[in-house]
């Protein structure tokens, strides 16, 4: 396993390029069970999750051909309709297939994926809408097992907003016989993404974006050309790096429209954003040269405060003058990260779904240890910004999201090396 050394104290300065979200490329290629001619989908992010979904679509019989980040890709005649446990326990978002499967191909039989560290994620709300269509689901041996002769539209109210659950029921009605109806659908950015991706290929989907999402059902889909959009937990990742660092970092096809929740914490604890045009994609100039002043963050589902962005603030925060309270209300057990950042001197409090930060001059150097995603982004933070060397092990967490990412910090003047443990 590898380790991540990193001297803090640098301020990063100069450009960083961002690369395909994760969270929309991986709902992307599972729209590609449901053609059975060449799709290509362009700026595909090189991640261990996006390795990961392919795996899994090859097993399945998907034929990919892959340029860089390229992708042509099709499902002519699968070899099966099963995703295995040993490839959806590595990453429970391979759940994504099992809507597109069912429908296309009238059975699926996905693993449940299992417990994760930051909590439950259970699929009972995918399965009970795939239910109401008039799909016949057992679960048995760790596996749901679905079948139907053709799902039917249905008028659908998810109880929970649910990403994958929108994303995976978009997908099963897009080839429903009739009209599905999504209340209280998920308003991520990457759920519209994935919409576009689908109309293009002939699908009759209208709302997605909001909270409530309407598909007729089509017979048969074509294949689509799509560019994946720029990911915006890694743009927001580098614009809280540059408020840590007192940095000045240009962000190229930086996603502003997606950031909002985000931006305006950070102005409002004191970092610069200056956006150089406020459509999509435009370079986004952000400089840390303020003190920090300490914020309070509630994160919601889209366009609330991204959950997905939680554990980056608190590394912030943990350096930032006053106190903060950061609620986390999304997932239940969203708080690996803090043990680890007390070991760097952070003074944070958990009661509940609650954390106290108390923000302190500076954090020191320690050896620690990545838990998840995310909580392995907010120890790079933190070891960018503290006193001396902090070593971070586990980082094969790191790698299921962010695309060269010591490349990235190493351009911009981090002092950051990747070693074998
Ligand atoms: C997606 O996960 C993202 N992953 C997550 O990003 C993100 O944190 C999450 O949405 C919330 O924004 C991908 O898109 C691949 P949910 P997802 O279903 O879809 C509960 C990252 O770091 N729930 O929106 O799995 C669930 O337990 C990852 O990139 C049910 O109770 O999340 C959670 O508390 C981490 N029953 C809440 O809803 C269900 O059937 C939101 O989960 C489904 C969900």
Redesign the pocket.
Known sequence: MDKILIEGGNRLIGEVSISGS??AA??ILSAALLTDDWNTFYNVPKLK?IATIKTLLLHIGTEIDEDGSTLKIRTRNPETTEAPYELVKTM??SA?VLGPLLTRFKRARVSLPGGCA??????????LALEKMGADIKIESGYIDAKTDRLKGAKIYFD??????T?NIMMAAALADGTTILENA?C?P?VAELADVLNKMGANIKGAGTDCITIKGVDRLKPATHTVMPDR?EAGTFMIAAGMTKGDILIKNCPMHNLEALTVKLREAGVEIQAESASGGGAVRIKGNNSLRSVDIKTL??PGF???MQAQIMAMMSIANGLSIITEN???NRFMHVSELKRMGADIRIEGRNAIVKGRSSLNSAPVMAT???ASASLILAGLAAEGVTEISRVYHLDR?YEKIEEKLLKLGAKIKRVKE
């Open positions: 994760k969270n991986l709902p999750d429970r978002a994504i930051i909590g439950a994620r259970p699929m009972n709300l995918h399965l929970i907003s649910t990403v994958t659950g994303e998920a991520e990457e937990i589902p889209y991204p959950t997905d999304v997932f239940e998840d995603l995310r999201g």
